[in-house]
């Protein structure tokens, strides 16, 4: 649907939100927004993309729908403090795990292997020419959005 109403209907279903399991799988939501949008629709993506397998679908849907994929990072997910020995849990899947923060070379690896998985992310919707707006859970997302859009106005 088009219009402000609708519009603000959706934000509000998203924030309001409450998930049933703490998973992520992107391709499963893809593939229902496929089977139930029988026309063309512009489909926002909204993750932070830490999932597996997703990739034919975006592909897929892409194909079918005008996606725009909105990338959430918080910044404490991509750099550890130097707190000591900590106890972490995979969102994902739920596993424990041990962690020693004090040592450098651990900081600098986690750090490293997020980068390298938002450069990934970022080169997908890249080559798939999906539209991408990251957005900093540390920064206010206004302006980026605005931007965002205005941008896609004029070449549009």
């Known amino acids: 649907k088009k219009g402000r109403g609708h519009v603000w209907r959706v934000i509000k279903e998203v924030l309001e939100h409450q998930p049933r399991s703490t998973g992520t799988d ?3 939501a893809l593939n229902y927004l496929n089977t139930v949008c029988r026309r063309r629709a512009v489909a926002f993506l909204i993750s932070d993309f830490i999932a597996r397998d997703y990739e034919k679908a975006l592909n897929v849907i892409h194909k079918k729908h005008e996606v725009i994929a909105i990338h959430i990072r918080d910044p404490r997910e991509q750099e550890l403090p130097a707190v000591g020995i900590v106890e972490l849990e995979d969102a994902e899947t739920g596993e424990p795990m041990l962690i020693d923060t004090s040592d450098g070379a651990v900081r600098k690896a986690y750090q490293l292997v997020t980068a390298k998985r938002f450069q990934q992310w970022l080169k997908l919707v890249r080559s798939a020419g999906i539209d991408c707006l990251d957005i900093r859970t540390d920064a206010p ?16």
């Open 141 to 156: 997302y206004i302006d980026t959005m605005l931007r965002f859009f205005r941008m896609r106005e004029k070449r549009l």
């Open 26 to 28: 992107i391709a499963a």
